[in-house]
C-alpha cells in the first residue's frame, strides 16, 4: 500500500500552486538571496550545457551549495519547469514525507521559464557578465558591484539582457530587489541610480533617470 505521508520528492503535490511573485516575496530566511540566486544561475547552465561532465559539475556546485544550508533542490515538470528548493530533512529514501513538514513557506519555487527566451538565457547571462565587466573596467569597483547585482537581476528574474529592463523592472530592482535582497554597501546605495545610468550608457542604450 503506498504510503500517504510520501509524495514525489519534486514537489509537495497536495499543496495549492504557489503564486511565484509571492514565493519570491516570502523566501526563506534559511537561504540567503545570494545563495538562492546561485542555485537558479547553475541550475540554468545545467540546463543548458551539453557536455555531460559540465552538467555534472553545475548540478555538484549547486547542491554543495545548499548542501551548506541542508536544503536540496529537485526540477519540477508540469507543464513550466520549476526549481524547488526545500529542507533535506523533509526527504527520505528520495520522497518527501509530508508528516515531516511543518511550515510549507520554507520551501522556494523558481520558475525557470524567464519573461523572455529561456532558451537564451545562457547568453544573455554572457552578454550580462560582459556588460558588468566593461562598467567595472570603465567606472570602478562600486559601480561595477552595483552592475552585478542588476544581472543577477536581470537573468535570474527576467532572462533578459539588462539594458533591456522596462521602467517598471528597473523600479522594481531597487525599490524591492536591492532594499531587501542585495544587501549593498553604503557606498553601493549613495550611487545606485547613476550605476544604472552608467549600464545603459556603457551599452549605448538610452536611458533617463525618470525612466526608474
Sequence with gaps: ?????AVDADGVDDEPDADPADDRENRSEELPREVVDEAERLTRLERTAVDENEIEAYEDRRD????D???TARIRDDGDDVLVLHPEEWHEDGVIRTD?????????????????????WESVDEYNRELVAAVREGHGDVHGDNAALLADFAGNHYAKPMDTLTS???????TDYVVRNAWPSEKQQKVI??????????????????QF
Design 69 to 71: 544550508h541542508d536544503f
Design 168 to 174: 517598471e523592472e528597473l523600479t522594481e530592482f531597487r
Design 193 to 210: 541610480a547613476e550605476s544604472i545610468s552608467l549600464v545603459f550608457e556603457t551599452a549605448e542604450e538610452p536611458v533617463s533617470e525618470g
Design 100 to 120: 515531516r513538514i511543518e511550515d510549507i513557506d520554507r520551501a522556494l519555487e523558481i520558475p525557470l521559464e524567464g519573461s523572455e527566451n529561456p532558451d537564451d
Design 1 to 5: 500500500m503506498a504510503d500517504p505521508n
Design 64 to 67: 554543495e551549495l545548499l548542501d
